[in-house]
């Protein structure tokens, strides 16, 4: 159990009282952005990223990661006594969560979200333990061909893939890798797309952009709804949380089933959003009460939370292993994990062993502390809700402004947040994509290099995408995935087709 | 069963009326960002060209990357045109109604004369400014709790990343009046 071993030495690290500290700060910060109404994981870790600038590396993913945890756990809350879903992938939870505080049985909806969002994400993280570093160590031997075709799966996979349409996924990708390209090139050193400003010379930085796109445009959008809001107080006694506890092993097939699912969409592009409401409902058709479903059943608090959690969780594997990350929110971590220049992907498993066990260990005890932390204080979040938004929707413009200038020191940048704001706002409103976008500003540049590398290696002849059978295929695969809408049409009128035929004969 | 169930309210006084009148539908929205996009697409396009979209002894030049993805981009975005265009559905989605914009504007003028002032106050005096303004005037909150809360947050903000992280930000005559 080699993987064991470094876990240990991961907790080694973490357990100081200063990054004990840090968690603790995370946890809460996370959870005041969760319950926050407008703000959730991505928009709370892309504000908070710059409070982490001065740190080291280890504490600072600690911090982000905590953040992110709290995000998670704060999302339910306000799912489940407001009936505002703090994410999409809250949504599903609402549908028995809601009706089970109506009932008064709000303690009972809560302990089950954060035990089941606490389960999902165990899960979740063991996966990553004993998986992870197989498949970095595996990821060794990639060289530039194998890495782009990974990159050509994330992309084509997000288009195939999401719901949204076509032809807007590939807008919002293809615009973040354009992003991505402005500046200096860093083969050749030559200037592109700058058209004269030296503002431009650096580039357009990743962090600014999703301060933009997920802080600034998130406000706008919570603005221009109707902010009044009523819900139910609750305060959780240890009698509710051991009854909960007591039922939960009646429901282990729909837990496993939904950390299952949840692992799966997580690690793939598919996302948290997916999982949650695939688990519902499947945890809905497999029940022998169907009717009881969106009345107030505890099951229907389980399955979406736990999915959503372990989705949310495993996004982090492939970021880790692959440095290519799951969600949005892992793409903002990847990120930051730049910042301080460390380059996310196989090498940072021999490179910074210390860093990455410190941060697997610190998911198993953010978990745990995080859980009895939302157990013990959700009055006090609860309460949080009484701040206006007035008050709160200027702090937040402060701090991402404060973030966006911290990263180079540039009023331009500031500009640039201001832009990407504005841009986030609208693209969110007539449904283009942010998650693609994130994903390709981020990804942007390392794609486009190990492309490169990869023609250089070849003399410019794309075969090298098929030169081998593990690239052959990968890449295969990802243009499977790109046709893949097409590919199902076609199947199933062949299907059709061949009924017919078979039909009147 | 918990019997300490008291109610939550929060109340949204100058909310937008769900009845408020469109100014523009989605589909006009979509229309205009797509021909947007497709503009940036042929500048980006020419610019990479001029750059060089050949090959040469290092391999693919600096321009050939990007512009087939603005070749791409522009694909994309002359194909959502055409779906707009050939898609006859009577009712268009709203973009956004009157009140919903007046909201919007309400956060991103401050916000924008937030970024200006920031230049010549620096950051923390402008957003103490942002803060006050915007709880008085647009929350229609009670004036010594949007002063005191405006003054508490900056003050913190400058505590923490000032001084206990050494982050720099814009400064203006107020923190040169306390040797910052």
């Known amino acids: ?505 | 069963m918990p019997k300490t169930e008291t109610e939550i309210v929060v109340e949204d006084p100058t909310a937008p009326a769900s009845d408020s009148p469109a100014v523009t539908t989605n589909r006009t929205a979509d229309v205009v960002v797509s021909v947007l996009l497709l503009a940036f697409a042929a500048l980006l396009a020419y610019d990479n060209w001029r750059t060089g979209l050949g090959w040469d002894s290092t391999g693919p030049q600096a321009g050939y990357f990007p512009f087939y993805l603005s070749v791409i981009l522009a694909g994309a975005c002359l194909w959502g045109i055409a779906k707009e265009f050939l898609a006859r559905k009577a009712a268009a989605e709203t973009f956004v109604t009157r009140d919903q914009l007046r909201r919007v504007l309400q956060v991103f003028v401050p916000t924008l004369l937030f970024c200006f002032l920031m230049q010549w106050l620096g950051l923390y005096v402008a957003s103490f400014l942002l803060i006050a303004g915007f709880m008085v005037f647009v929350g229609r909150l009670a004036v010594w709790k949007s002063l005191l809360t405006a003054f508490l947050f900056s003050l913190i903000m400058f505590v923490t990343f000032e001084i206990a992280f050494d982050v720099i930000m814009p400064k203006g005559p107020l923190e040169s009046l306390f040797g910052r």
């Open chain 1, 1 to 505: 159990m080699e993987a064991f071993g470094l876990l240990v030495y991961g907790f080694s690290v973490l357990l100081t009282w200063k990054i004990l500290a840090l968690m603790m700060v995370g946890l809460v910060l996370g959870i005041f952005v969760g319950v926050l109404p407008g703000l959730g994981g991505p928009n709370g870790v892309a504000i908070l990223l710059p409070l982490t600038f001065t740190m080291d590396p280890t504490s600072a993913i600690v911090m982000l990661s905590c953040i992110y945890w709290g995000a998670l756990f704060g999302g339910a809350i306000t799912s489940i006594l407001f009936n505002i879903p703090g994410e999409a992938w809250s949504v599903a939870t609402t549908f028995d969560g809601y009706p089970m505080a109506q009932q008064g049985r709000a303690a009972e909806a809560l302990t089950a979200a954060f035990t089941s969002s606490f389960i999902g994400s165990l899960v979740a993280v063991l996966l990553i333990t004993f998986l992870a570093p197989g498949i970095a160590s595996f990821a060794l031997r990639f060289g530039p061909p194998e890495f782009f075709a990974v990159y050509l799966l994330t992309f084509c996979s997000f288009v195939g893939l999401g719901r949204e349409e076509k032809h807007k996924t590939v807008i919002s990708m293809a615009l973040g890798l354009l992003l991505t390209g402005v500046g200096m090139d860093t083969v050749s050193g030559q200037l592109r797309m700058t058209f004269g400003f030296d503002d431009l010379l650096r580039g357009i930085n990743f962090l600014v952009a999703v301060i933009g796109l997920f802080g600034i445009s998130e406000i706008m959008l919570t603005m221009e709804e109707r902010l009044a809001l009523r819900g139910h107080a609750a305060k959780i006694s240890l009698r509710v949380v051991l009854k909960v506890w007591k039922e939960m092993p009646r429901y282990w097939v729909t837990l496993l089933r939904s950390s299952a699912i949840g692992c799966w969409l997580g690690i793939t592009p598919g996302g948290a959003i997916a999982a949650s409401f695939m688990s519902y409902n499947l945890a809905k058709r497999f029940s022998k009460d169907k009717e009881s479903f969106g009345k107030g059943r505890i099951e229907g608090v389980f399955a979406p939370e736990t999915a959503a959690h372990a989705s949310g969780t495993s996004a982090l594997l492939p970021m880790l292993a692959l440095g290519i990350p799951g969600s949005g929110t892992a793409a903002i971590l990847l990120g930051g994990l730049m910042v301080w220049g460390l380059n996310p992907g196989p090498l940072l498993f021999v490179e910074h062993k210390g860093f990455v066990w410190g941060l697997i260990a610190s998911m198993y005890l953010g978990n745990v502390v995080g859980l009895v932390l939302v157990l013990t204080t959700v009055p006090l979040f609860a309460a949080v809700l009484r701040v206006p938004f007035s008050a709160i929707a200027p702090m937040i413009v402060v701090s991402c402004a404060i973030g966006a200038y911290a990263i180079q020191n540039a009023m331009f940048d500031i500009w640039l947040m201001l832009l990407f704001g504005v841009v986030g706002y609208v693209f969110k409103k007539i449904g283009i994509p942010l998650a693609p976008f994130t994903l390709a500003l981020v990804l942007g540049n390392r794609a486009e290099d190990s492309f490169r590398l990869s023609m250089i290696g070849s003399g410019g002849d794309m075969r090298v995408f098929w030169s081998n059978g593990l690239v052959g295929s990968i890449t295969t695969l990802a243009l499977v995935l790109l046709f893949w809408p097409l590919l199902a049409g076609g199947f199933a009128r062949l299907g059709r087709l061949v009924k017919d035929r078979k039909g009147p004969a």
